[in-house]
């Protein structure tokens, strides 16, 4: 066996056939074709039922799903054998969602401070504020009025109503139209939105506090409206909206991960392209 030991060419044949010898059986085996159900997938298949039905399954319920599961594994591998799985674009989509998940488990184990969110929170003060309150005086017009349209009535009802002595009861010169007040305190402008409609909002936000204007449409119809008071609107403190700011910045780190791991899996590939037409 000196030869052996002294001559690099030998031990490279003699590995080789060894690893030849190996390949060989392990193929042997996988031909023989065993499903092996562990004692942790039956767990995993009875913690599924679980979950679903809010019980543990039964000895013959499990036997069935273990059933099924060994039917899919005979499925999914008769598939493999075929090359079914190659170039489907269900499947490459599959894979990449439950690798993309795998990353952002990683971001969802991380825990952020209150100085995190607050930057988040100042980064997006948008997201997080509280709109711009308007207390405001309407008088409804309804187009269908025997009175006439509010474009006919509007002028006299604006003269009388920012003359020098106006009524004393305003909305008595409109058309009764229940489900609307003839004042509105403070209303916040995702309200103002919901019950008149966008349209109506972005009209009211540029009306100044003072006297009466219109006729401004709504989903009702038109109305002449005075503006009180405008209160402006402020960024809520993170104590009041922690909660939404945590789940915004999560979002956005789940992002950043998938982001990062995209990168550095990228760097490990030569990319080539085609030319596009």
């Known amino acids: ?42 767990a995993t298949l009875s913690a599924l039922h679980g979950r679903t039905w809010q019980r543990p399954p039964t000895r013959k319920e499990l036997d069935a799903l273990v059933d099924d599961w060994i039917r899919e594994e005979v499925a999914v591998r008769q598939a493999r054998s075929q090359g079914l799985d190659q170039d489907d674009p269900i499947i490459r989509r599959r ?33 997080y504020s509280r709109g711009a309150a308007t207390t405001f005086q309407q008088i409804a017009l309804d187009p269908a009025s025997p009175k006439g349209s509010p474009e006919l009535r509007s002028p006299a009802l604006l003269t009388a109503l920012n003359g020098p002595t106006p009524p004393a009861d305003p909305a008595a010169l409109g058309d009764p139209l229940l489900l609307l007040e003839g004042r509105f305190e403070a209303l916040p402008a995702q309200e103002v939105r919901r019950l008149f409609g966008a349209d109506f909002a972005a009209a009211l936000a540029k009306v100044k506090p003072g006297a009466w204007v219109g006729p401004i449409p709504s989903g009702y119809g ?47 590939y030569r990319i080539e392209r085609p030319p596009l037409p």
């Open 95 to 127: 894979l990449r969602q439950k690798v993309d998940f795998l990353v952002e488990e990683r971001a969802d184990q991380r825990q952020p401070t209150d100085a995190q969110l607050q930057v988040w929170l100042q980064a997006h003060p948008e997201r």
């Open 1 to 42: 066996m000196r030869w052996l030991r002294e001559e690099p060419l030998a031990q490279f044949l003699l590995i080789g056939a060894g690893l030849f010898a190996l390949h060989g059986a392990v193929a042997s085996r996988q031909s023989e074709g065993v499903i092996r159900v562990s004692r942790e997938q039956v």
């Open 222 to 268: 038109a109305h002449l409206v005075r503006v009180e008071a405008v209160a402006p609107g402020a960024v809520l403190p993170l104590a009041e909206v922690r909660q939404a700011v945590e789940r915004d910045w999560r979002v956005e780190e789940r992002r950043k991960e998938r982001e990062r791991a995209y990168r550095d899996w990228l760097g490990r």
